[in-house]
T-cell receptor
Framework: GAGVSQTPSNKVTEKGKYVELRCDPISGHTALYWYRQSLGQGPEFLIYFQGTGAADDSGLPNDRFFAVRPEGSVSTLKIQRTERGDSAVYLC??????????????FGPGTRLTVL | RKEVEQDPGPFNVPEGATVAFNCTYSNSASQSFFWYRQDCRKEPKLLMSVYSSGNEDGRFTAQLNRASQYISLLIRDSKLSDSATYLCASHGSSASKIIFGSGTRLSIRP
């Protein structure tokens, strides 16, 4: 079946602009995660949704970052007043969310954000 | 100190060699662990999950040592196609965030 998809694949913006990054999880997956990966680093957790609600947003770096998942499927990560340090690959992952040790997270291809 | 730490490498080994990576974790409450493979400019893909003492899948063996809080990945008879970055990760609870290490780069030479 279809995997996790993310759009756009690349986004170039100017410092101070607003951007939205979209994630379509695997159908039926209730858990959705956003991560950010900088060059030479592993993915860094940002936020986790269980259904429509943000169950853990402890990884959001500051209040310029916000994410929504209004219908429990597609999620949008929103970044206000972008800074050059926000440049990274933003990865989305989804999981069945049923609990238990077998709840594997499947990653999308990512959105490469460049802030000039 | 990072919660999950790995040797960044790079490891450069000849085809057919056996290579091992270690990864240490600091959260003793972590229940499950993972090795992900990430190719250049691609997303991480799950290679192996480790819940108890270890797991084996073909040429790949992962071992967990809870007393010393480390996870290892052994690759036997390495192939050119094994060249990638290998990410170690830990999971606090079944549906919680994954904490990744910085990755170990592996390059297999002919």
């Amino acid at each position: 079946g279809a995997g996790v998809s993310q759009t756009p694949s690349n986004k170039v913006t100017e410092k101070g602009k607003y951007v939205e990054l979209r994630c379509d999880p695997i159908s039926g997956h209730t858990a959705l995660y956003w991560y950010r990966q900088s060059l030479g680093q592993g993915p860094e957790f940002l936020i986790y949704f269980q259904g429509t609600g943000a169950a853990d947003d402890s990884g959001l770096p500051n209040d310029r970052f916000f994410a929504v998942r209004p219908e429990g499927s597609v999620s949008t990560l929103k970044i206000q007043r972008t800074e050059r340090g926000d440049s990274a690959v933003y990865l989305c992952a989804s999981a069945i969310g049923a609990g238990g040790l077998g709840d594997t997270q499947y990653f999308g291809p990512g959105t490469r954000l460049t802030v000039l | 100190r990072k919660e999950v730490e790995q040797d960044p490498g790079p490891f450069n080994v000849p085809e057919g060699a056996t290579v091992a990576f270690n990864c240490t974790y600091s959260n003793s409450a972590s229940q499950s662990f993972f090795w992900y493979r990430q190719d250049c400019r691609k997303e991480p893909k799950l290679l192996m999950s480790v819940y108890s003492s270890g797991n084996e899948d073909g040429r790949f063996t992962a071992q967990l040592n809870r007393a010393s809080q480390y996870i290892s990945l052994l690759i036997r008879d390495s192939k050119l196609s094994d060249s990638a970055t290998y990410l170690c990760a830990s999971h606090g609870s079944s549906a919680s965030k994954i904490i990744f290490g910085s990755g170990t780069r592996l390059s297999i030479r002919p």
